[in-house]
């Protein structure tokens, strides 16, 4: 942990998570369970993304940690109810896509960097003829140099036209 000047210009134990328990792993050796608390202040009101960012984003980054694992997670109920939910259902989602009485399949398109717009957009069209309902974007994927944002959209929908 690096100390800077910042630090000083908040209340760091007012703000900070809370490990309020630790249990070891039965029949494993350095392994353990520990329970940690987080102040509801940390998190975006109806923010999933920004909760689960903040919880396990830079802790599973954490070199000195060899393995890490996230078992459970309880959202206060105060909290859960700042989540407004999707603007519309699943049948909406169904209806677009002409799509009923079964699962919808994705997939998001891998490798996450490097590919062209061109490329992307075969890939596009390729999940989408072998059966495939959606694909996203990994969410590293934004408006790159070698993949700019509207030239991927060109392919992507030129894909969905021809598949």
Known sequence: WTTVWTDGLTSLDRYKGRCYDIEPVAGEENQYIAYVAYPL???????????LTSIVGNVFGFKALRALRLEDLRIPPAYSK?????????????????????????????????????????????????GLDFTKDDENVNSQPFMRWRDRFLFVAEALFKS
């Open 41 to 51: 202040d940390l998190f975006e009101e109806g923010s999933v993304t920004n909760m």
């Open 82 to 130: 700042t989540f407004m939910g999707p603007p519309h259902g699943i049948q909406v989602e169904r209806d677009k896509l002409n799509k009923y009485g079964r699962p919808l399949l994705g997939c998001t398109i891998k490798p996450k960097l490097g590919l062209s717009a061109k490329n992307y957009g075969r890939a596009v069209y390729e999940c989408l003829r072998g």
